[in-house]
């Protein structure tokens, strides 16, 4: 990382690059400013070079290194690349479908030779708590389990789930209209309900599980040919803190919205 020490203006500023860094590092901060520096610096060998000093510097002085810019510059050509030719994966010609208790979350709960089966997702986390290390703190341990809550609590949620049986209990009425206006209608409602992209693309039956964790088939109707994908955008910065808790806060809020959603616009649908 450098700074360019004509742009940057301490004086003027809020530091904001230092706290930044201290927002994902706590204590443990990469970039210093003592007193009688000209500019801040930094220490290199463990910053993590995630650019949030970066972006929070109100006059663009700081940027990746010359050595550290190149390889980044590298790897956005590649996925430029990638995403001209419009294949962002490749699919080996072995694949097929799976069940879902194969997957490696499911295996936790249904697979006795997996090293971590039944232990809960958080079984270690007290122990680290008590290290009293920056980011691994006790509110940032809740802030995680708070996040994920709608998300683990979804299949206990099941009336709003079963859609098909909640449906069944009101008359249905199709709508007769033009599918096209009827798809940038669902579209405009997934983002209101919180989508950051929507897209409606052919259902490919190869991306469905075999059999749910329970080892039932999916009851998805031959009738149904396309599929609403939503993404939802998750905290960069809290990504780049990984494996500190704020990175699993930012995992299982974008799970716990998924969750929202599904629910929402499948209702809405
Ligand atoms: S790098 Fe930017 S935010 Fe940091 S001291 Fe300089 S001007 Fe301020
Ligand atoms: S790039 Fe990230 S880790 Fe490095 S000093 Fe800036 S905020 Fe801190």
Redesign the pocket.
Known sequence: ?RIDAVLCRPNECALE?IQ??QR??GDN???KFDEGDGHPH???Q?????????R?CPFDA?SLDEKRGARRQAKRRARVKIEEDKRPYEVADYFERFPEANMIFARVYKDPSFQHYQKGVYHSSESVVRKRIAGYGRLDLELSIATWKLYDSRFNASDAYDVKQHKSKRPQRRLKADPEILTQHIKRVARFFGASLVGVAKLDRKWIYQTNIEGEPYDIDESIMFAVVMAVEMDY?KI?SSPAFAASVATALGYSKMAFLEIELAEYI
């Open positions: 990382m690059c930044a860094c994902i590092h901060v990469y970039i930094f220490e290199n463990p910053c993590t070079s995630c650019l949030s000093c970066a929070a700081i910065d780049n």
